[in-house]
């Protein structure tokens, strides 16, 4: 599993633990240590129905199973599990007044994740796997948000759904060394806005063999 720190957009801080069930020839599991980029977002699915909302630090738990291949071993899968509690906020200046809006809740997916090993170098030392995942999301969301439709305006929300998630990503490794980029999203619909939370992350890294 990976434990880390996601800070706020566009800041960098230290994974706290990174743990993952991932194949290798000698052991079951992998830790890595190093730095992530990584928030949340919160946006309506149609555009512009919302100001969309941003994290602040939150700790993310994610469990992915080891890599599976198919026979021919250029293609893989495996099933990631991701659960989560964050915390959004924005900032609004509507005829010189500020309007502060803030929501929290928590969302969790679970998908199988389809990968191709694009690259193999000549030695086991470098890869790079591209994959794309889709499967069930949950998200809860509580406090309030500005709605731009039909005319702008603070709204509260205390809803939770059952929707979909997809995800995207790409990990190059390097020896130890790894750099793991990737983009989850889950769409509800919560009290009858169609909103869709995002969270991207990049990671670098060093794998400690244990």
């Excluded at 957009?9 to 980029?37: D, F």
Aim: proline share 4%; aromatic share 16%; with cysteine.
């Amino acid at each position: 599993m990976y434990l880390t720190l996601s800070p706020t957009k566009n800041c960098i801080t230290p994974i706290i633990v990174a743990m993952g069930l991932l194949s290798s020839p000698s052991y079951g599991y992998e830790t890595i240590a190093g730095l992530t980029v990584g928030w949340t977002n919160l946006e309506d699915t149609r555009s512009g129905d919302i100001n969309p909302q941003y994290s602040g630090l939150n700790f993310t738990l994610a469990l992915k199973t080891d890599d599976s291949y198919f026979k021919d071993e250029d293609y893989g899968y495996y099933f990631e599990f991701g659960l989560d509690a964050y915390s959004l906020s924005r900032l609004d200046n509507w005829i010189g007044e500020d309007i502060y809006t803030s929501t929290s809740g928590s969302y969790f997916y679970l998908f199988p994740v389809a990968f191709y090993e694009a690259y193999k170098g000549n030695s086991s030392d470098v890869s790079v796997k591209i994959g794309v995942g889709a499967g069930i999301g949950y998200v809860s969301s509580y406090g309030n948000l500005v709605v731009n439709y039909p005319a702008p305006a603070v709204r509260d929300i205390s809803d939770a759904d059952v929707g979909y998630t997809y995800g995207l990503f790409v990990r190059y490794t390097y020896k130890n060394f790894v750099l793991h980029i990737k983009e989850y999203t889950t769409y509800v619909t919560l009290d009858g806005l169609d909103l869709n939370l995002q969270q991207p992350s990049i990671t670098l890294g060093y794998r400690l063999d244990m």
